[in-house]
């Protein structure tokens, strides 16, 4: 910077914020044109929080409310693909009954952003953080990332229009963040200047493809056998950009915003040196990090991994990590009944990313937190003991079910 310049301010203030409100920030500071919204606990709040955006005439947007969370993710589809930088949200089973525009949105290669405010799916009712509902679209062609802060929440909507708009990927991308104990918990977040962020995010164009009377285009036609696999295969090669481009959006963050993201995809603690690793996404990182800070005054080799991307999976940086640890200690805030060794999603990812790994390490998986339940710094102290003393036959543990539960047992009183 040129001697006597004054050093351009790139934060406009501190403030007490929720997730949700990390979130609301982010779409009031990226421009966006369309959002559309229909009330399902625990995402409202970033509805919420822009409709005052707007009443307080700080954010200049179409508002449009939906019948259903059906009609709501139509709306963001057709809004960006008439060139509307778009935003929607959801939560659980409003999440699942858009499916059929989820779907179409990724395979249209439309970059809406999404807010998912995990939570668990009915039946029974529960209101309770899970991570099922995100990952169902895990293989549909979205871009799928979790934040685990305030702060986070803000910075990942920023980066997530960054790279879905990115011309080599369009593809839509969920950001996802555990109902409750982040869409409702507040942190103290800092909130970027709108002449900052537009120095990091440049507008949205679709290029040839907007829909406009004056560029007739068609959109979804009826292909069948004759295009369906070359469609597929270029959705496949967009998927496989986006890693690059994630690393290039994450350094252009650093330098507008003087962040410390070293690694996009993960955060690692104490894990040079350890002997066993623990891998969880969202909140559980605070009790986790907590957890292996006392395991190593205790003189155990512990590390963490809190996990951003899911998709695209960090598969080469994950095994270049765990691939010198002896134990790998995955946490599920999942469930995949009937999966391979009956474990959770994130636990057969790791394992399969470890696979062409000359040192495969033991990795042991530990469903736990499902519907809301804590998941305590003791659970995962228990989990790391656990990890160590499991037989090739125990790879898959259960933490914090009732004493003397067992899955007979629930069956019974069900019936």
């Known amino acids: 910077m040129a001697a006597g310049l004054k050093e351009e301010k790139v934060y406009e203030r501190e403030e007490l914020a929720s997730g949700t409100d990390g ?33 307080d005439g700080k ?12 009609s709501q993710f139509e709306i963001g589809k057709h809004a960006s693909s ?38 668990a799916l009915d039946d029974p009712g529960a209101f309770g953080v899970e991570h099922n509902d ?11 990332v979790w934040a685990s802060t305030a702060q986070e929440a803000l910075d990942t909507t920023l980066v997530a229009y ?29 909130v970027p200047t709108k002449e900052a962020v537009s120095r990091f995010l ?20 009826q292909i069948n056998e004759d295009w369906c696999m070359e469609i597929r295969r270029q959705n496949w090669e967009a998927a496989k950009r986006a890693k690059q481009v994630i690393y290039q959006a ?3 963050f650093n330098s507008v915003f003087g962040s410390k993201y070293t690694n996009p995809f993960f955060d690692e603690y104490m894990t040079s040196d350890a002997d066993t690793v623990v891998i969880g996404m969202g909140t559980v990182s605070s009790a986790a990090k907590v957890a292996v800070s006392r395991l190593r005054e205790k003189g155990e080799k512990v590390g963490f991994i809190k996990l951003r991307w899911f998709r695209p999976f960090p598969t080469e940086e994950l095994r270049k990590t765990l691939s010198a640890a002896k134990r790998v200690t995955v946490i599920d805030r999942d469930f995949a009944h009937g999966g391979p060794d009956d474990g959770g999603v994130l636990y057969n990812e790791v394992r ?27 659970d995962v102290t228990k989990m790391v003991e656990l990890t160590s003393s499991s037989t090739m036959d125990e790879k898959i543990h259960w933490i914090g079910l009732r004493e003397g539960t067992k899955g007979a047992a629930v069956e019974n009183r069900r019936q």
């Not at 929607?88 to 779907?103: F, I």
């Not at 440049?202 to 036609?221: E, K, Q």
Request: hydrophobic letters at 45%; a negative charge.
């Open 352 to 378: 399969a990313a470890l696979y062409d790994s000359a040192n495969r390490p033991k990795v042991v998986d530990f469903i736990a937190g499902l519907g809301g339940r804590e998941i305590s710094i003791e």
């Open 250 to 252: 994450y350094r252009e």
């Open 202 to 221: 440049p507008r949205y164009s679709l290029g040839r493809r907007v829909m406009h009377p004056d560029n007739p285009v068609s959109i979804a036609p």
């Open 134 to 144: 995100a990952m169902l679209v895990r293989d549909l062609g979205w871009l799928v």
């Open 82 to 119: 008439v060139g509307a930088r778009s935003f929607v949200g959801s939560s659980g089973t409003g999440w699942l009954y858009a499916m059929e525009a989820l779907a179409t949105t990724a395979t249209d290669r439309l970059p809406v952003v999404a807010l998912v405010g995990n939570r």
């Open 23 to 55: 979130v609301a920030q982010a779409v009031r500071l990226a421009d966006v044109d369309v959002f559309a919204a229909y009330p399902i606990r625990p995402y409202t709040g970033v509805m919420d929080r822009l409709a005052k955006f707007i009443a």
């Open 59 to 70: 954010f200049d947007a179409e508002y449009i409310i939906a019948d259903g969370e059906h």
């Open 162 to 190: 960054r790279v879905a708009e990115d011309p080599s990927v369009m593809m839509p991308c969920a950001v996802a963040m555990d109902g409750g104990y982040l869409t409702h918990s507040e942190h103290i977040i800092k």
